[in-house]
Nanobody, 117 residues
Framework: QVQLVESGGGLVQAGGSLRLSCAAS????????MGWYRQAPGKQREFVAV?????????ADSVKGRFTISRSRDNAKNIVSLQMTSLKPEDTAVYYC?????????WGKGTLVTVSS
């Protein structure tokens, strides 16, 4: 089992920045990709960014050039971060962290990001 806990959400003005973090604990060995998805009110959950165990990132077109995903190790936890800059009101959503281990996808409970205009 893998447990994921997100942090760093909040309220920010358009054009501002936020940094989200997700700590993975439990059976973290052999976690391959870790990433972020988001779900805006009334919309389906959508892909934001992913990073493989080798450090290769991939981004949704809507956030490319504004968001940066990174990954690190801290004692018994894998941490994936999402640095978000030049935020827009349309970035408002609940952001979910996920981790893929042996084909099983684990999800965090999400953290709310609200961007005011």
């Amino acid at each position: 089992q893998v447990q994921l806990v997100e942090s760093g959400g909040g309220l920010v003005q358009a054009g501002g920045s936020l940094r989200l973090s997700c700590a993975a604990s439990g059976s973290i060995f052999s976690i391959n990709a870790m990433g972020w998805y988001r779900q805006a009110p009334g919309k389906q959950r959508e892909f934001v960014a992913v990073i493989t165990s080798g450090g290769s990132p991939k981004y949704a077109d809507s956030v490319k050039g504004r968001f940066t995903i990174s990954r690190s190790r801290d004692n018994a936890k894998n941490i994936v971060s999402l640095q978000m800059t030049s935020l827009k009101p349309e970035d408002t959503a609940v952001y979910y962290c996920n981790a893929n281990r042996y084909g099983t996808v684990y999800w965090g409970k999400g953290t709310l990001v609200t961007v005011s205009s």
